[in-house]
């Protein structure tokens, strides 16, 4: 994942920080040098990594570490708001009102992954009961219509676009005013992209923004973009009101500090990143949880308030108890699964914590998932106390998997599934050994 790597250096920095016995001004001027370092390996701009560094030499009160109150809490709040405010402009994007007709015109250098992002953008919405529709004003680049023809056919999306006019203007005019007469309250504009920052690219990108007057601007940029970020978002924000960032490739390796540059340098929050190839790996980008996970810290007043919502009461001090002894058994996966199926996803409190993917219960395919946990649990239900109090996955050898399918009328192979997916929540599980939780009142991360 982009970032990761970035999250994993400065964690090390902190905790070597911690380490040390006495905090002086040297101890914490290397953990911070560390940090830049980090910073800078990951192409964030050297501007940005000296203002982050001042500010947070300005809030961390050295006295306070060497009094001995919890060190490395209190740097990697620091840190953490550092990061969100480098990720947080402070004010809001233009929102689209649904059954009002909103023009948004994406902009982005070509590759970056803009025409992919429009079709995202429409099919997230139009999940949600929008009518969006796409004008493909990009004339510069071949087979750039057919893509989006062909993006948007598949999502039934309505566009617009043409094979023989040129003039990328009159066509983006044509149609938003289409889409205008037919009610869309979602009209996306795709404009060309160019390999590098061009005069012609930027005089473009005025006159369809003046013809279209779009309520918003979404500036399209590529994760693995590195020290170049900063000035590239700049120059386009320069041309054109830029209001919103999409980050894309975000599942890539992508060393990923140039994409908080380009927040930087547009001041424009990001509202969404893309994390595949497909249509529906697009997501709500939301700061805090983001940088929390970055910084291994994981969502926890999320966390929290998720298993408050999701756990009945009784067994919350339970499960939090087990979670820090990160001691998990068959029998935990049967009771979580039981509240699955009483209460919803609890996939969705797990997602918050670093490491877990939802592959017990994608998006969009609830009802298999649900079908499949059943299945899960008639399997169990053939084992003895001993298996399902184990946390020993060895324990299962091929006698006794035989005996629990032939028990459950299931096949070996569901039995080994079942066993499968058992070892990898155990696995996220014991990543959470011995990390205290926080209570309720320690929850100032978010
Ligand atoms: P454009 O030139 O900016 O319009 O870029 P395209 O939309 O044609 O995308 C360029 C390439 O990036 C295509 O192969 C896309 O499938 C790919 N792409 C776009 N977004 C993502 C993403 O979030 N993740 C991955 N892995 N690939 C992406």
Redesign the pocket.
């Known amino acids: 994942m982009v970032l990761a790597q970035l999250g994993g250096s400065i964690s090390r920095a902190i905790q070597q920080m911690s380490n040390a016995t006495i905090i002086d001004e040297k101890v914490l001027n290397d953990c911070l040098n560390e940090i830049n370092r980090a910073l800078l390996n990951a192409d964030v701009q050297f501007q940005l990594v000296r203002n982050m560094q001042n500010n947070i030499k300005k809030i961390v009160n050295i006295e306070d570490l060497a009094a001995g109150h919890n060190k490395r809490r209190i740097i990697q709040q620091a840190i953490f708001n550092e990061l969100c405010k480098m990720l947080d402009p402070g004010k809001p994007s233009f929102t689209p009102k649904k059954g009002k007709p909103s023009v948004i015109m994406f902009v ?13 953008y429409a099919y997230y919405h139009q999940k949600k009961g929008w009518k969006p529709a796409l004008v493909c004003a ?1 004339t510069f ?1 071949a087979g ?1 219509f057919d ?1 989006l023809k062909q993006n948007a056919t598949k999502a039934k999306i309505p566009f617009y676009g043409s094979y023989t006019e040129s003039d990328p203007v009159r066509i983006a005019e044509e149609g938003v005013e289409t889409f205008k007469k037919e009610n869309c309250d979602l009209i996306i504009v ?1 404009t060309s ?1 160019r390999h590098k920052q061009e005069a012609s690219l930027f005089e473009e990108m005025r006159q369809v923004s003046e013809a279209t007057k779009p309520d918003l601007i979404v500036f ?1 940029m ?2 693995s973009i590195g020290q170049a970020a900063f000035d590239q978002a700049q120059a386009f924000k320069q041309s054109v009101p830029v209001g919103a960032v999409i980050i ?5 390796h992508a060393k990923g500090g140039g994409a908080l540059s380009a927040v930087a340098a547009t001041k424009s929050p990001v509202i969404f ?5 497909h249509m529906d ?2 997501e709500v980008f939301d700061v805090k949880p983001f940088v929390s996970r970055l910084l291994g810290m994981g969502d926890w007043s999320g966390f929290m308030d998720k298993i408050h919502e999701v756990v009945p009461k009784e067994q919350q001090p339970e499960l939090l108890q087990k979670l820090s002894e990160g001691n998990f058994t068959l029998r935990i996966m049967y009771e979580q699964f039981q509240n699955i199926l009483k209460m919803g996803p609890i996939g969705q409190v797990f997602s918050m914590l670093p490491g877990f993917s939802a592959e017990l219960m994608p998006k969009g395919h609830e009802k298999e998932s649900q079908a499949k946990i059943k299945r899960y649990m008639t399997m169990m239900d053939s084992m003895t106390n001993e298996e399902l109090d184990s946390s020993n996955p060895k324990l299962m050898n091929e006698s006794r998997i035989m005996r629990i399918a032939r028990g459950s009328g299931r096949h070996v192979r569901e039995v080994m599934d079942m066993l499968e997916e058992y070892k990898r929540l155990a696995k996220i599980w014991s990543k959470m050994k011995g990390l205290k939780i926080p209570t309720k009142g320690d929850m100032n991360m978010r």
């Open positions: 982005g250098l070509q590759g970056s992954g803009k025409t992919t992002t429009c079709t995202k990009d680049r750039a893509q795709d992209g399209v590529d994760s894309t490739k975000m599942d890539g990143i893309g994390t595949g190839e790996e697009f």
